[in-house]
């Protein structure tokens, strides 16, 4: 959770489901994309760095001029996300992690799969997959681990329920590759080097394992004659240049993303040893054992393995504890919620517990779900721990959701305050040093060395010559 935007309330958040989604006819003649969608900036958040954002904006202006669609209106942004993925909406707006940005290694990867992603607008795949596409509500959390039944009651409960990720097919993909190729080709770079990446993105699914959150690959199918094909189109591309000197620029590209934030930013939530800790707001609460979870701008989520139960963490509206929970029963449409005042570890609270009445995907009307929440003051502030489970399961999940409210308390650990999140830094090889010398000589320990390899596009056992920059992680 991010404290610039964990800010909003839970009316809030529901009111963005008003918002257009995936099957909406509004996304059939967009308007010029003017600002990112405030629902993925909710999820994820802007990265906080002014010459990145400069970059993409000018490479994607660029490439979008010499597109087929050069007059529709796009948007470049860089959000906030430790996740390797690049996505683009049907409006214009095209999004790169920080995290994917973290994972190019030169200008030329950068600018082929940001040619990717433009094909994906100018060719109208978004428009033609609507119909078909993932809701990824929440932080991706309940969209991927909930029952359908819990999920679609948590939703209310997430700012980014309109976040549309679309799943495209292989001719899609194919189509796609082949305008990458094109337009970063017409602006200048060796569209070679995409190919070169679609090996780090595979490496990288491989060590990490798919999870629940997606990546690249996850939402851009691959195939294993795809590195070939587009190496291919690239050298045709070349040709057709006539001779032109084509750009890589690894070393610009590499200072570029010098002190980039790298992995999950523990100064806005971090779990460790079944704790969540949030060093910005000062306070922790244990995470039940064995429960998925996700952090995000807006909330923490909690998922029992099954689907069967959630439990998130948020900001209550309201002045005073017993005003949020008036707040949160309505919101929730509980039929004749209970409230009890109690305490947790010093700090005043209130307990909502109640069924929530509504119509289920056949029109019925009846209980759709059990609820044990609390409201928690801390000064000021309100925290809601909302739990959610199926009707009649309370008994089963109301233990695990006590436990983890009642385990809610301030942050004083000086070792947990002060904690900072690894960033890029780069460094430059001495002669004759392979990779695992060189990640060595800087103080990398030999466990993270094929990590560190695969960021870096390399083998431990690559040599690397006198004056070669590469990466390293570090505070």
């Known amino acids: 959770m991010k404290t610039a935007y964990f800010t909003s309330s839970l009316r809030h958040a529901a009111l963005l ?44 202006q660029q490439m979008a001029a010499v597109s087929s669609r050069a007059d529709f209106g796009y948007q470049f ?20 992690t920080r995290g994917i940005m973290a994972n190019f290694n030169d200008e030329a990867q950068f600018a082929g799969v940001l040619g ?24 991706l959390l309940l969209g991927s681990i909930l029952s359908k039944r819990v999920a679609s009651l948590a939703q209310p409960l997430s700012q980014g329920v309109g976040l549309v990720f679309l799943k495209y097919g292989r001719d899609d993909e194919r189509q796609a590759d082949e305008l990458g190729v094109a337009y970063s080709s017409k602006i200048g770079y060796d569209a070679s080097h995409m190919a070169d990446f679609f090996l780090t993105l595979q490496r990288e699914e491989q060590a990490s394992g798919a999870g629940g959150t997606p990546t690249f690959l996850s939402s851009h199918p691959n195939s294993a004659d795809r ?24 070393n610009g590209y590499l200072r570029l993303i010098e002190g980039l934030p790298y992995g999950d930013d523990p100064r806005q939530g971090f779990v460790e040893s079944g704790v969540f800790y949030h060093p910005e707001l000062k306070f922790q609460f244990p995470v039940p054992q064995g429960w998925k979870h996700q952090n995000s701008p807006q909330q923490f989520q909690m998922a029992e393995p099954n689907g069967k139960a959630v439990q998130i963490l948020t900001l209550a509206p309201g002045n005073s504890a017993q005003e949020a929970a008036q707040a949160l029963a309505k919101e929730l449409s509980l039929n004749s919620p209970q409230a009890t005042r109690t305490t947790v570890n010093g700090l005043p609270a209130v307990v909502v517990q109640g069924d929530q009445v509504g119509q289920d995907q056949q ?16 000064g000021k502030t309100l925290y809601a721990l909302i739990g959610l489970c199926g009707p009649g399961t309370l008994n089963s999940y109301g233990p695990t959701f006590q436990r983890t409210a009642q385990g809610f308390r301030r942050l004083t650990d000086a070792n947990k305050l002060n904690r900072q999140s ?21 103080g990398v320990s030999s466990r993270r060395y094929e990590e560190l390899a ?20 570090g505070k």
Do not use: C, W
């Open 116 to 139: 990717h992603e433009l094909g994906h607008i100018t060719a109208r795949h978004g428009e033609k997959q609507q119909t078909r596409s993932t809701l990824a509500s929440g932080a």
């Open 422 to 442: 690894e960033k890029i830094r780069i460094r430059t090889a001495k002669a004759g040093q392979t990779l695992a010398q060189a990640l060595a000589a800087n």
């Open 227 to 250: 590195y070939s094909t587009v190496k291919k189109l690239a050298a045709q591309a070349k040709q057709q240049q006539g001779g032109r000197a084509l750009t890589v620029n690894r």
């Open 77 to 96: 942004t860089i959000v906030d996300s430790p996740v390797i993925n690049a996505f683009a909406a049907p409006d214009g707006n095209v999004y790169f």
């Open 17 to 60: 489901l008003l918002l257009p989604l995936a099957g909406s006819t509004a996304f059939r003649t967009p308007p010029p994309a003017k600002e990112p969608d405030p629902q993925v900036i909710a999820q994820f958040g802007l990265l906080n760095n002014p010459a990145l954002q400069k970059f993409i904006d000018q490479k994607g």
């Open 363 to 378: 029109g019925r009307q009846g209980v759709q779900a059990s609820t044990l929440s609390y409201i928690i003051q801390d």
């Open 454 to 473: 695969i960021l870096n596009g390399m083998k431990t056992t690559d040599k690397l010559s006198a004056g070669t920059l590469f990466k390293v992680v």
